[in-house]
Every structure is written in structure tokens, then in C-alpha cells.
């Protein structure tokens, strides 16, 4: 039996950069950060020989991995010759959250079923083979962002090149200040889930037009500026990159926001947090907030939704559990 763990993600700023329909023409950006929330891959033999067994929110029982229905698992079984397998996925947070679940869910099987063959592979590898089954053979409207955080995991500055190639670089801080920064973000459930695909298909074809062009480069140049200033150990400078960026996110594609987010964003504003966003493409999941600490009750209470505590994760996907042969 072998099991992974793949961490979940916050982006910060530089969403969108990672588009290839932006950084084709500019390069692109981004700082996230891996978090200690996770998607957990369980690889055994099938008892049968030749079937498979897949369990996630359904079962499947097939003697084909062209008969498997889940797209994600089929793909990767396809890509990697893996038959005879039973294979469970859970995790801390549900899918269509803002938080990168459907990239770490591909990062981890690949990295358990790589481990479960007895193979050694690259973090650089997990996260661009998990961009060629989601954007390539799957076709999926999304950027590269989310495989590189779930694969690398720990605080970055991703750079996404023109010729598509991509720099993983962490963002060095004193170590009492990346303590802080953790204590100063506050993460809350707005209670609904939702598909990023009709807002990043829309949000990349804006992109095209030159005034929503001009609001990605912003963003792109606010994420340079917060990783010199956390490099410096200016934390609150998080607050006003977070504000700035979410209010030039929130005109690139309509569904972005709605009017409780706003509502709740204006909430937190008022009471104390310096900045926030909607993480993912936007529509729904998790809001995020920079709060000062002596600000944080005052916040808590206002808001009034189901906060989720979150630190960064260190590790990135790991195999946390190796069994012995059967």
C-alpha cells in the first residue's frame, strides 16, 4: 500500500498570469503557498488481478481503464499503464473551493501510483505532467499555478515563462516574520462551491482586450512587489497587495464576485482586516483575509461565517505511508 499527501494552496496575487493566453505575450507570475490542508491518495492491488477499483465520492469497479469514468483517474491510469489497482481519495476540504483541489488531486495519484511502481519522481516532474493531463489531454481552462503549489508546496514566487517553461523559487523570509504571516491570514467559508471553467474560459478571452490586459500586468508587477517587501519582512504589505489585486480580479470576468462576498469583504474591512480576496477563479469557496492580530476577534465576530485555520505546509506532495508487498 502506498499513500501521498498533496497539499491544497492560497494564492496571493498573480492569478490569471499563469493563463497561457497572458503569459504567452508578458510572462507570468504568481506567490502562493502551499497549506497544512490536504488531498490524501491510497494505492493497493485489486484483490481481483485485472480490475479496478476506484472510491471517491463513487465507486467504480472496471476491468478497463477505458471503461473508468472519472476523467482525472482515467487519464493518469491511461498515461502510466497501471491496471489492478484499487485506489481511495479523501480529503480535509471539498472540491470547488478556491483552494487548487482538482490540481493536487492529479499531483498526488501521480505520485502514488509513480511510488506504487517503484519509481522516484521529481517534484518539477509531478507538477508538469499534472499540467499536461489537466491542460493538454483533458483540456481544461486553467493555468499552471495549482500543479506547481501542490507538487512543491512551502511559500513561493512561481514564474511562468514564455516558452512555457516554469521557476519555482521560495520566497525567503526571517523566520519570526513567516511565523507572523501565518497568525495574520484568517480563511472563511462563504458556503458555496462552484466550477472554475466558465469563469476562467471567460476571464481568458477578456484578457485579450487591452484594458483587461493592462489590469493583469498590475497584478503581475503587485506580486513582484510583495515578495520584495515579505523578502524585507514587511508582512502587512500582504494587506494592501490583497486589496489592490481582488479589486482588478473582480472586473476581468463576470462570476467573479457576488453580492454577499461583497457584502462580507466590506464587513472585514470595516472591522480591521487590511486586505482580503476570493480564493481560486472566483464565485464561491473560501474568502481570505490579512488581519492584523489585536483585530482578529472584532473580525470574527462580524463576519459571521465558518472559519477554517490554516498554516503553510513545508513538504509538498510527500508518500507519507509505504506498506509492505502483499
Known amino acids: 500500500m502506498i499513500i501521498t499527501r498533496t497539499p491544497f494552496r492560497v494564492s496571493f496575487c498573480g492569478g490569471g498570469s499563469d493563463l497561457p ?53 482515467r487519464s493518469i491510469l491511461s498515461k502510466l499503464d497501471v491496471n489492478g489497482v484499487e485506489i481511495v481519495s479523501t480529503a480535509d476540504v471539498p472540491a470547488g473551493t478556491g483552494l487548487g483541489s482538482s490540481s493536487s488531486f492529479t499531483v498526488g495519484v501521480l505520485h502514488a501510483l509513480y ?17 499536461n493531463i489537466e491542460i493538454v489531454d483533458l483540456m481544461e481552462p486553467i493555468g499552471k499555478q495549482d500543479q506547481y503549489a501542490a507538487a512543491y508546496g512551502g511559500l513561493n514566487f512561481i514564474t511562468f515563462n514564455k516558452d512555457g517553461s516554469v521557476f519555482v523559487e521560495p520566497v525567503i523570509m526571517p523566520g519570526r516574520k513567516r511565523d507572523e504571516l501565518e497568525k495574520n491570514l484568517l480563511l472563511f467559508y462563504t458556503g458555496d462551491t462552484r466550477s472554475a471553467s466558465n469563469i476562467l474560459r471567460e476571464q481568458s478571452e477578456k484578457i485579450k482586450n487591452a484594458d ?46 457576488n453580492s454577499s462576498i461583497d457584502e462580507a469583504y466590506e464587513i472585514a474591512l470595516k472591522n480591521g482586516a487590511t486586505g482580503g480576496k476570493l480564493l481560486g477563479a472566483g464565485g464561491g469557496g473560501f474568502l481570505l483575509f490579512y488581519v492584523p492580530h489585536d483585530k482578529q476577534p472584532d473580525v470574527r465576530k462580524a463576519i459571521k461565517m465558518r472559519e477554517m485555520e490554516i498554516g503553510f505546509d513545508k513538504q509538498g506532495s510527500s508518500v507519507i505511508y509505504i506498506g509492505d508487498q502483499p
Not at 26 to 44: D, E, F, R, T, W
Not at 115 to 131: H, M
Open 115 to 131: 511510488a506504487y511502481k517503484g519509481k522516484y519522481v521529481s517534484k518539477e516532474k509531478l507538477a508538469e505532467q499534472a499540467c
Open 212 to 257: 483587461a490586459e493592462d489590469k493583469q500586468k498590475r497584478i503581475c508587477t503587485l506580486a513582484h512587489e510583495l515578495r520584495k517587501e515579505l523578502e524585507k519582512g514587511n508582512i502587512d504589505f500582504l494587506g494592501q497587495v490583497l486589496h489592490e489585486s481582488w479589486m482588478l480580479k473582480r472586473t476581468l470576468a463576470e462570476g467573479i464576485s
Open 21 to 73: 493566453q497572458f503569459y504567452i505575450k508578458h510572462g507570468g507570475c504568481v506567490l502562493s503557498a502551499g497549506i497544512n490542508k490536504y488531498m490524501y491518495i491510497m494505492v493497493h492491488p485489486s484483490f481481483a488481478e485485472n480490475t479496478i477499483m476506484l472510491k471517491y465520492s463513487q465507486t467504480e469497479i472496471v476491468n478497463d481503464v477505458n471503461e473508468v469514468q472519472h476523467k482525472y483517474y
